[in-house]
T-cell receptor, first 115, second 110 residues
Framework: GAVVSQHPSWVICKSGTSVKIECRSL??????MFWYRQFPKQSLMLMAT?????????EQGVEKDKFLINHASLTLSTLTVTSAHPEDSSFYIC???????????FGPGTRLTVT | SQKIEQNSEALNIQEGKTATLTCNYT??????LQWYRQDPGRGPVFLLL?????KEKRKERLKVTFDTTLKQSLFHITASQPADSATYLC?????????FGQGTELSVKP
């Protein structure tokens, strides 16, 4: 149980285009999902907290107009990177919160490369 | 600012030995710490959680400690195997969020 999927697993896009990444909780409902990004050999950095039916809460320094988050259902959150640039190339990972606040189940990640 | 710090240097050990990884926290007191395993190109996989009022927790070959005086958690893998080679992440709670350390890469040689 407690499986989280992400789609796509990797994507290459041209500079200036937008990319949407999906995060799904497959066998449980998640009111809260989190989006992280990770650069090589670095830690996971929380970008935003996504709550179903409400606006996402962004961490300091994360541009909310660039990283659009939508959490329209209890099993799906999406992250759209708008007008992507090469510096947005990174590994994006989502997690879904379980019944207890300390439970986070992570997706397999999405590798984004912007050329 | 609140920080979780791990030894960024890779840890190389021989198969069968015990691997010990360190996690230190500064400028706050997490109610619990979690340890995750991350393989290259994959998301983290949960291993263990330890609460601040627990001194030690075990799961199979894994053992984790929580020392609130030293502000430190130690993560041990006994009888290590090459399959244990991965990056291990420590995370502390901050409200409903997690703060991650940078991870320690473990390599177990046969």
């Amino acid at each position: 149980g407690a499986v989280v999927s992400q789609h796509p697993s990797w994507v290459i896009c041209k500079s200036g285009t937008s990319v949407k990444i999906e995060c799904r909780s497959l066998d449980f409902q998640a009111t809260t999902m989190f989006w992280y990004r990770q650069f090589p050999k670095q830690s996971l950095m929380l970008m935003a907290t996504s709550n179903e039916g409400s606006k996402a809460t962004y961490e300091q320094g994360v541009e909310k107009d660039k990283f659009l988050i939508n959490h329209a259902s209890l099993t799906l959150s999406t992250l759209t990177v708008t007008s992507a640039h090469p510096e947005d190339s990174s590994f994006y990972i989502c997690s879904a919160q379980g019944l207890a606040a300390y439970e986070q189940y992570f997706g397999p990640g999405t590798r984004l490369t912007v050329t | 600012s609140q920080k979780i710090e791990q030894n960024s240097e890779a840890l190389n050990i021989q198969e069968g030995k015990t691997a010990t990884l360190t996690c230190n926290y500064t400028n706050y007191s997490p109610a619990y710490l979690q340890w995750y395993r991350q393989d290259p190109g994959r998301g983290p996989v949960f291993l263990l959680l330890i609460r601040e009022n627990e001194k030690e927790k075990r799961k199979e070959r894994l053992k984790v400690t929580f020392d609130t005086t030293l502000k430190q958690s130690l993560f041990h893998i006994t009888a290590s195997q090459p399959a244990d080679s991965a990056t291990y992440l420590c995370a502390g709670n901050q409200g409903g969020k997690l703060i991650f350390g940078q991870g320690t890469e473990l390599s177990v040689k046969p």
